[in-house]
């Protein structure tokens, strides 16, 4: 049995020197009964002082999954995510279902159940809950939201399998990838390949095919009011540069649809904003660049004549069983190789300069207009309504700041006014499961520790954060960050949909709609109980710009800070 100190090398060893060897830097774990042998193994290294992955405990899966995320969407990079069995599988939830839609690299395990029951091998059952946790099909849980899913069966060839999943999950169209081990197989003798082998690594993006190219330069050049429609371009940050080169070559105007990132500088004169439907009354051309809803077609539609192609890496979203647009080219490419390619072809191009530049006055002007109409909204108007919070956070933190955005029905309110202009700078879940923002900012400041970090939240999204486990994770871990809760006292966004679809029924009338959070929790309360953070309540809009100020200085301090702000 294995119960003794060893040097014997084992699978867990070879997992852990392959993790090390393929860059994998952080493990988000919240562990079980099924991983003593990979526990004893990063004590064996740490004693022998040799190299393995920092380990973060969340408390919660949600938080650990979240984090993973964050750290992703700020370098690029995959995370582990080690996770109790079932159970602890289960309780990922809708984290999950964010980090598929946001097309992250992440490594995703869990424990199983151990196989044996009587002691015949090392490893095998020895608690009464790893009876309750054998599953007929564990990996069935998450088969919706992963890319790939392997069961690791031998110490054997564990490396091998572990080199795939990285793989897969570095390649397009990335997505976490779910990896399973029984107990019995990290108690196993391992086998060592040494430094990873020739032939695991990702697969180079691919770009435009050249007909697609000559399509594309044609429309473009000839296009009299071109708009590009952009949500996700920026999570490679070169790809902003290349998106403005193109932009200011033939003046084409760009609107942001729920972005997760910086896609184009908020500043820019191009820059229309995030309402698409004024921009497409007028568009004669429509290029869709990484985008998954670039308009809801029972609310707006393209205008008769004109062009719409889409770019991305999955053009006609394989994974959402009913969508559709009227497009006259799909086209699978990366953003920034396709973008790229774009203005490399356009620089053969004859291009007149004079309708270029009258159509970026005319723009310039519809963007001078927008940010007007915009700042009359900023003012406070006797109450902290959600721009004035969104205006009074902007003059407070620096223009690198990562601002994560789980704001939901004040996101209109976060996109006009805290216009981003640095790539980089603003992250979003892309999903639809609440409680992302608060392991998302822990992974954010892993990733860019020298970066403040600003989470912007909904009161009912901060409750899905588990905040008691994020602050103490924070804490333990030293990375602080400010979270700023949009408390409107419940839900808004059930209220909003059942008066879009029953404006003149009960509901409405009665004003019945089950939602509300009153009395409101002490939200800053529960981080500074959890990990010591700074907290502070604010309604009062002549005090708001102040305790901004003393949240973010206790962050600069080392400590969290959570300004509760009643709208």
């Given at each position: ?8 090398y084992t699978a867990a060893d070879a997992f852990t020197d392959a993790l090390v060897r393929s860059g ?95 002691g015949e091998l090392p490893g095998s059952r020895d608690n009464y809950i790893q009876f309750l946790q ?52 990290f108690a196993e003798d391992g086998v060592d390949y040494g430094p990873v082998p020739d032939g695991w ?367």
């Open positions: 049995m294995s119960g003794e100190m060893t040097d014997r994998v830097e952080y493990i988000f774990s919240n562990s079980g009964t099924d991983y003593p042998n990979l526990i004893e193994t990063w004590a064996k290294y740490k004693k022998l002082g040799k190299k393995i992955p920092e380990i973060i405990i969340c408390p919660h899966e949600m938080v650990a999954m979240s984090a993973a995320q964050g750290y992703a969407q700020i370098t690029g990079k995959p995370a582990g995510v080690f996770v109790h069995v079932d159970v602890g599988t289960q309780n990922v939830g809708c984290a999950l279902s964010n980090a598929f839609r946001a097309r992250v690299p992440m490594l995703f395990m869990a424990g199983m159940s151990p196989y044996t029951t009587d054998n599953t007929n099909d564990q990996k069935n849980i998450v088969r919706e939201y992963v890319k790939h899913i392997a069961e690791i069966r031998s110490g054997a060839n564990i490396q091998k399998i572990l080199y795939r999943a990285l793989q897969l999950t570095m390649s397009e169209v990335q997505a976490p990838v779910y990896i399973t081990v029984p107990r019995e197989v690594q990702k697969v180079e993006p691919v770009g435009i095919d050249p007909e697609s190219l000559d399509v594309l330069a044609e429309a473009l050049t000839t296009a009299k009011s071109p708009l590009i429609l952009v949500s996700y371009a920026g999570r490679q940050k070169e790809a902003v540069a290349e998106l403005v080169k193109l932009c200011e070559k033939l003046a084409i105007a760009v609107v942001e649809t729920m972005p997760a990132y910086v896609n184009f500088p908020g500043d820019h004169p191009l820059h229309l904003g995030f309402d698409q439907a004024a921009a497409m009354k007028e568009s004669d051309l429509v290029i869709a660049i990484d985008n998954d809803v670039p308009w809801l077609p029972a609310k707006m539609s393209v205008t008769d004549g004109c062009r719409l192609f889409f770019i991305d890496r999955d053009p006609v979203k394989e994974d959402i069983p009913l969508w559709h647009y009227p497009v006259e080219r799909y086209i699978r490419a990366d953003s920034l190789v396709a973008l790229r390619q774009l203005n490399a072809a356009l620089d053969s191009v004859q291009i007149d300069e004079a309708s270029v530049k009258e159509r970026f006055a005319r723009i310039s002007e519809r963007h001078r207009a927008i940010r007007e109409a915009v700042s009359e909204k900023e003012k406070p108007q006797g109450k902290i309504t959600a721009e004035y919070l969104c205006a009074c956070v902007r003059e407070v933190i620096s223009e690198d700041a990562i601002l994560v955005n789980e704001t939901i029905t004040n996101n209109k309110a976060f996109e006009t006014t805290l216009r981003r202009n640095l790539p980089g700078t603003r992250i979003h879940s892309c999903g639809s499961g609440l409680g992302y923002s608060g392991g998302a900012a822990i992974g954010a400041k892993l990733a860019a520790p020298d970066k403040d970090v600003i989470v912007l939240t909904g009161d009912g999204s901060y409750v899905f954060s588990c905040p008691t486990a994020v602050y103490w994770s924070a804490a333990k871990y030293g990375t602080p960050f400010m979270t700023i809760v949009f408390n409107n006292g419940g839900w808004i966004a059930p209220t909003d949909a059942v008066k879009s679809q029953h404006p003149d029924g009960y509901s409405v009338n009665e004003g019945m709609y089950w939602n509300s959070f009153e009395p409101s929790p002490e939200y800053e309360k529960i981080a500074e109980a959890a990990g010591g953070a700074f907290g502070a309540k604010v309604s009062d809009p002549s005090q708001l710009k102040c305790v901004l100020e003393e949240g973010l200085a206790a962050v600069h301090s080392g400590r969290c800070a959570v300004i509760n702000v009643v709208l």
